[in-house]
């Protein structure tokens, strides 16, 4: 292998793109120029995307203050009310970026499903697996990858859950 595409090949690993490949998933990668507080809407339009089919990944966590992640549409927001009856929760509200860092291993704008330092469960919103391919993050800032949305329920054993709410 040449030194340029050990160097390339290694720019683009995480740890969630370990995961993927480790796991045989097929994925495409995404990279575009991260802005602070851009969110999806911004790397929707970055890469040409319809900001619905970009998922994000929220850390968040119970009443006793146990993380669990969600995957919503980029477009939407989570309806913490719904997810909390849901998932049998008294309430559920976003963690800390210090605190989502510490249990993801990522940071806050990087945040992926994928190769999480933390075991946690995992929700998506439904609607999302009527997608025929959703962009979520790689595992680092300004880096999404391109899979089929039931990759969540293989590899993560993602619940489905209904608490979307429109932007």
Same mark, same amino acid.
């Given at each position: 292998?040449?030194?340029?595409?050990?160097?390339?090949?290694?720019?683009?690993?995480? +740890?969630?793109? #370990?995961?993927?490949?480790? #796991?045989?998933?097929?994925?495409?990668?995404? +990279?575009?120029?991260?802005?602070?507080?851009?969110?999806?809407?911004?790397?929707?339009?970055?890469?040409?995307?319809?900001?619905?089919?970009?998922?994000?990944?929220?850390?968040?966590?119970?009443?006793?203050?146990?993380?669990?992640?969600?995957?919503?549409?980029?477009?939407?927001?989570?309806?913490?009310?719904?997810?909390?009856?849901?998932?049998?929760?008294?309430?559920?509200?976003?963690?800390?970026?210090?605190?989502?860092?510490?249990?993801?291993?990522?940071?806050?704008?990087?945040?992926?499903?994928?190769?999480?330092?933390?075991?946690?469960?995992?929700?998506?919103? #439904?609607?999302?697996?009527?997608?025929?391919?959703?962009?979520?993050?790689?595992?680092?800032?300004?880096?999404?990858?391109?899979?089929?949305?039931?990759?969540?329920?293989?590899?993560?054993?993602?619940?489905?859950? #209904?608490?979307?709410?429109?932007?």
């Amino acid at each position: 292998m040449s030194k340029k595409s050990a160097k390339s090949a290694h720019v683009s690993e995480t +740890p969630a793109t #370990q995961m993927l490949r480790a #796991q045989g998933v097929a994925f495409t990668e995404h +990279p575009y120029e991260y802005v602070e507080h851009g969110g999806t809407s911004h790397s929707a339009a970055s890469l040409g995307l319809d900001e619905h089919c970009v998922v994000k990944t929220l850390v968040m966590q119970d009443q006793d203050a146990k993380p669990l992640i969600v995957l919503m549409h980029g477009d939407c927001k989570v309806s913490t009310k719904n997810l909390a009856r849901q998932i049998g929760a008294k309430s559920v509200e976003p963690c800390k970026p210090d605190v989502a860092n510490r249990h993801s291993g990522y940071l806050l704008g990087g945040t992926s499903p994928f190769g999480t330092r933390r075991q946690m469960p995992v929700y998506i919103e #439904q609607s999302i697996l009527e997608l025929p391919r959703i962009a979520i993050n790689g595992g680092r800032r300004g880096f999404l990858v391109q899979i089929d949305p039931r990759v969540c329920l293989d590899l993560l054993q993602a619940q489905p859950v #209904q608490c979307a709410l429109a932007e």
